[in-house]
């Protein structure tokens, strides 16, 4: 239990944006029509599936349309 406690000043902070960063990628697939590849339902899929970090961010670099 000791340990935990000693990892919650950098944990806290990274839980904040993984989550702030799971928000911002649901808001743009939901406000946007068009993506570079795939549809609105897989980048849903793959964005809550790979929550931690990865699904975001794979949006970002392959799914979203520059605009």
Do not use: C, S
């Amino acid at each position: 239990m000791n340990n935990l406690t000693e990892f919650l000043p950098f944990l806290i902070p990274l839980a904040i944006a993984q989550f702030a960063l799971l928000a911002y990628t649901l808001h743009h697939i939901l406000t946007h029509a068009t993506y570079k590849r795939g549809t609105r339902a897989l980048w849903l899929v793959v964005t809550i599936v790979l929550m931690n970090f990865t699904g975001p961010i794979l949006y970002f670099l392959l799914g979203k349309e520059d605009a």
